[in-house]
């Protein structure tokens, strides 16, 4: 496996904190959320830093490749197609699913979340071959992060070193090691970071991520919305008495500090890794943009059919990498029993059906909160009006989470926005007249002429019940 490129000591680019991320001492390289960008249409900011030779890296949250589906050839292409726009050197995804199988009964849920696979034979061997497939799709290397869980899943046969271990053996892939990861699996799974990390094949490290958290009654939040935790830099000092990594990288998703104090988690980083100094101090090495990288706005991929065959290194740089594939009707086997497994949890998490033999029913109601509430926030970002409609947060909360107790995510949050308001008209609230008046005219702006007559929407409301 050939070494990865040094990207450095970097943070994740976040619209909020663009001016901030500019002005950052030093900085080598950043990540973006890949569904959060447009190849054609990059922020100006990203194209500032782009310039000043600093390198980005898109980071998937929505493809899945944990599921028991094989990988969406659109969603590859999307990601492919924002490496090549910004010139990235690898792309990077999570050991997660995030929505049910066509294999499993009922219609396809969203999770809004990544959720843990099980550490199982099957689960492997259907990650493997999706792993595969999301490779030969790609014009550069991909690399994989372990995440941070609530919930164990019951029956498992691999501990976490042995199934990243044969992730990496089977497909040559890289791995993303979140240390604010391990320490929630040490808290909430009773998971020895160290263990993992004297366990893993460090040599397929392509970075590190590195954010904050809270406690909570017995219960590690990831919340990437506080500052990074003396226990998380342990962990970090951790792995780099094993290995210099590649790259670290601050992650921070909401309640942005300033510029200084973004800078002084940066510098605890360098710290940690011993690094003396701004890491951008010295001019980085090249290396490798992604094929038919053109800086500007309208970088563009060359075309699906050049860059899937562009990057065979990535599972087989000198052939150490010895490819399985398992028997068709075997792995479709298998894809079934993962997937009735994975909807079973979903449906419970998000549906309100019961918690699945084995699991710990308390550690699923907490996760169910989570995911609820996460909800909850996106919703109300994308439709800020309903919480001052509904008289506040609070309040807006509450309607929220009642909506959504039984009716899971399946057609995105804009839709799930309109959804809920229909779901309070037809109970005729709020009650407030004016407030109620105010909602009929959101809803009436966004989802058609008027809002359907109460016949129909309480007809809709029972067929809801009964699905």
Known sequence: MKPMAHLGVGIGW?????????????????????????????????????????????HGVSLGIGGADRPDPAKLAALAERAVALGAPLVTEHIAFVRTSSVAPGPVLEAGHLLPVARTRDALDVLCEN??????????????????ALVSWPGEELTEAQFLTELVERTGVRLLIDVANLHTNRVNRGEDPVAVLDGIPLEALAYVH??????????WHDTHAHPVPPEVLEVLAELRARVDPPGVLLERDDDFPGGAELAGELAAIRGVLGGGGPAGAVPAPP????????PGPRASHAGAAEVAGSGPERAADDG?????????????????????????????????????????RQRVRVQARALAAKRAGIVAGLAPELPRILGGEDAYREAFLGYARNRPLTAGYRRDAL????????????????????????????????????????ARALVGRAA
């Open 210 to 219: 590195v954010a904050g958290g809270v406690e909570r009654g017995g219960v």
């Open 131 to 148: 792993v595969r497939i999301a490779q030969d799709a790609l014009p550069v290397p991909l690399a994989l992060e372990n995440i941070a």
């Open 14 to 58: 976040r619209p909020e904190i663009a001016g901030a991320v500019e002005g950052l001492p030093g900085l080598d390289w950043v990540e973006v959320v890949a569904e959060n960008i447009c190849p054609g249409h990059l922020p100006e900011s990203l194209l500032r830093l782009l310039e000043r030779g600093v390198r980005v890296v898109p």
């Open 419 to 458: 959804d809920f308001a229909e779901h309070l008209l037809v109970r005729d609230l709020p009650a407030d007249p004016a407030a109620r008046r105010r909602l009929t005219l959101w809803w009436r702006d966004r989802a058609g002429p008027r809002p359907p007559r109460r016949a129909v929407r309480w």
């Open 320 to 360: 150490e990498v010895e490819v399985a594939h398992a028997d068709d009707s075997a792995l479709d086997a298998a894809r079934t029993r993962v997937g009735i497994g994975q909807a079973a949890l979903l449906s419970a998490l998000v549906g309100g059906t019961p918690v699945p033999e084995g699991f710990d």
């Open 287 to 294: 290396f490798a943009r992604s094929p038919g990288f053109r």
